[in-house]
Nanobody
Framework: QVQLVESGGGLVQPGGSLRLFCAASGFDFESYGMNWYRQVPGKERELVATISSGDSTYYADSVKGRFTVSRDNARGTLYLQMNSLKPEDTAVYYC?????????WGQGTQVTVSS
């Protein structure tokens, strides 16, 4: 069974950094693209970053140059390094993959950027 478990969220001051983790299990992690999304109440879930099985990456314009997505296939773990955080980065962050045409999501981890 596919499982995605996020961790690493928390409260950080503007300009600070956080590193999010997504522990994946139940599928051949190394063969699938992985995504980070975020969502604030009342808004649609937004794609933040993508990393392919071949380590190609994509970033939303709003985070380009500040966030870095990476993966450790041996550990089955997805990462999101977030630097120069802004209050508008406040959201619940979700790990996602599509496996056999089905969408799988983690439970989310809250990131709050505030002084």
């Amino acid at each position: 069974q596919v499982q995605l478990v996020e961790s690493g969220g928390g409260l950080v001051q503007p300009g600070g950094s956080l590193r999010l983790f997504c522990a994946a299990s139940g599928f051949d992690f190394e063969s699938y693209g992985m995504n980070w999304y975020r969502q604030v109440p009342g808004k649609e879930r937004e794609l933040v970053a993508t990393i392919s099985s071949g380590d190609s990456t994509y970033y939303a314009d709003s985070v380009k140059g500040r966030f870095t997505v990476s993966r450790d296939n041996a550990r089955g773990t997805l990462y999101l390094q977030m630097n120069s955080l802004k209050p508008e980065d406040t959201a619940v962050y979700y790990c996602h993959t599509k496996w056999y045409s089905r969408d799988f999501w983690g439970q989310g981890t809250q990131v709050t950027v505030s002084s």
